[in-house]
């Protein structure tokens, strides 16, 4: 079983995928704790500007090929694929995904429908999101 995050710029540009990219190379730096932190940080602070967009999460025991043919055949991104045991590739997604949201609501949203779903999958990173999510809102 793998889980996947799966990402529809409504602009239809490659953008997201270029910035993707950009943000693994980044983070390859960083520990796993510092991206918890600039996740946390950025979570806190957010009033940015909204990119139009759609997500989901997915479960399933296909092939990311499979899976990928499916998702990428009508302008969708899978940004994440896996168990949870690549931590730090987690949070490059989840990190990914808070960039692109306007509001701390649709954050929080995000990152607790990841967590119920990684409970699934892998316990130990959904209780990883799960901290993420209290330090947050100790923050905020």
Known sequence: MSLYICWNDLHQSDEPRD?????????????????????????????AE???HTYEILISSESVE???????????IIIYSG???DYKNV????????????????????L????????HINQITARRLETII???????
């Open 19 to 47: 910035i993707l990219k950009q943000q693994q190379s980044l983070f390859e730096a960083l520990s796993e704790h510092d991206i918890e932190e600039t996740i946390v940080a950025l979570c806190t602070g957010l009033n």
């Open 112 to 119: 607790r429908k990841l967590a119920i779903e990684m409970s």
């Open 91 to 110: 949070l490059t997604s989840v990190f990914f995904v808070l960039s692109h949201t306007g509001s701390e609501e649709e954050a929080m949203f995000f």
């Open 66 to 76: 499979k899976v990928s043919a499916v998702i990428e055949k009508d302008g969708r």
């Open 50 to 52: 909204h990119h139009p």
């Open 83 to 85: 168990n949870g045991q």
């Open 134 to 140: 209290r330090r947050t809102k100790q923050a905020g």
